[in-house]
């Protein structure tokens, strides 16, 4: 069955501390890894993922992937409250219309 | 301008009820999507549709049902509610085959008394 695996559950950091978020996961004929941020409402994209080892980067968040491995990293550097959320990894397989997600990672980062 | 837009917001109802909840998007995607959020904030499939026509439909009891009139819209119905279905509903969209990002709306927390 596919499943996705994301660690920690949850993670409570300082200002201007840098976190990285795992992602790991099983899926048949993978097709690409999503990440998401979910504050208050609609989970927000941030990431897609379809080839290892090539970083996206949109200002202090990146994230990689290790197709070899099965998993993805999230980073987050010089953190801020505003980055307090859930963060999903979501993927998707061939010819399944449908993500699978995780079950997020709580992060609360305080003054 | 709301890409995907969910009706209504809250939903309080008390058990046995039937209730429906309204998705329509404005991004010309062709694809939309039922997801169900548990308390843990698990993001769970229900059901998927690819310009009307349903593609995929998990296990999910037949007292719901989607209805998609066109491709900008689709609609859950839920018959005999339970105290299990509270949980926040979110439709969501996307344009081409599985992988593509979703465009989420605000969700429909539903809660059954």
């Known amino acids: 069955e596919d499943k996705v695996v994301q660690s920690p559950l949850s993670l409570v950091v300082h200002e201007g501390d840098t976190v990285t978020l795992n992602c790991s996961y099983e899926v048949t004929n993978f097709r690409s890894l999503l990440w998401y941020k979910q504050e208050k409402k609609a989970p927000t994209f941030l990431f897609m993922l379809?080839?290892?080892?090539i970083e996206k980067k949109s200002g202090r968040l990146s994230s990689i992937l290790d197709k070899k491995e099965l998993f993805s990293i999230l980073n987050i550097t010089a953190t801020q409250t505003g980055d307090s959320a859930v963060y999903l990894c979501a993927v998707a397989g061939t010819g399944a219309n449908n993500l699978f997600f995780g079950t997020g990672t709580r992060l609360t980062v305080i003054p | 301008d709301t890409a995907v837009s969910q009706t209504p917001k809250y939903l309080v109802t008390q058990m046995g009820n039937d209730k429906s909840i309204k998705c329509e998007q404005n991004l010309g995607h062709d694809t939309m999507y039922w997801y169900k959020q548990d308390s843990k904030k698990f993001l769970k499939i229900m059901f998927s549709y690819n310009n009307k026509e349903l593609i995929i439909n998990e296990t999910v009891p037949n007292r719901f049902s989607p209805k998609s009139p066109d491709k900008a819209h689709l609609n859950l119905h839920i018959n005999s509610l339970e105290l299990g279905d509270s949980a926040v509903y979110f439709c969501?969209?996307?344009?081409?085959?599985?992988?593509?990002?979703?465009?989420f709306g605000n969700g429909t927390r539903l809660t059954v008394t």
């Open positions: 379809t080839s290892s080892g």
């Open positions: 969501a969209s996307s344009q081409g085959a599985g992988g593509s990002p979703l465009h």
